[in-house]
């Protein structure tokens, strides 16, 4: 059994006990299972996966990081993670939080665009009124 831990900038996002991890690191994907040497690796975005000791599948996206293995300990750290149980759900996951995303920087693309706007006009006025 192998202890995983999967980080956030900000949390954990996943913690658990699994029998085996397939992902995909820079120079291809690969598989580790509890005996496997000691292993380091960046990962590319793509779906990582897992099983857990109570044989259950884990699917999460993940976009790019690094896995490090260490005896039985295995952690990941990625910028971004979404979870699915399959990968049908883990399908709409991905589809909702890209949308999220989306609609977060329209906003801030937005507000930027405002800020600029505001800084012209200020400027212009500080320059007519000297």
Known sequence: MMDL???L???T????KVKKIVGEAI?????????HVDFVTIMTP????ALTEK???????????ILIKADDKVTLSVRGAV??????????EVEENFKKVNEQEEGARSA???????FVRRFLDLEAHG
């Not at 994907?29 to 005996?35: I, K, S």
Request: charged residues 30%; aromatic residues 14%; glycine residues 12%.
């Open 112 to 118: 930027l665009q405002k800020l600029e706007a505001d």
């Open 83 to 92: 979870k699915g149980d399959n990968l049908g759900d883990l399908k709409k």
């Open 9 to 11: 900038p900000e949390k």
């Open 27 to 35: 120079n291809g994907f690969f598989c580790l299972l509890p005996r």
């Open 55 to 65: 044989e259950r599948d884990i699917y999460i996206a993940i976009n790019e990081g």
């Open 5 to 7: 831990k999967i980080l």
């Open 46 to 49: 793509g779906i990582f996966f």
């Open 13 to 16: 996002y996943w913690q658990g």
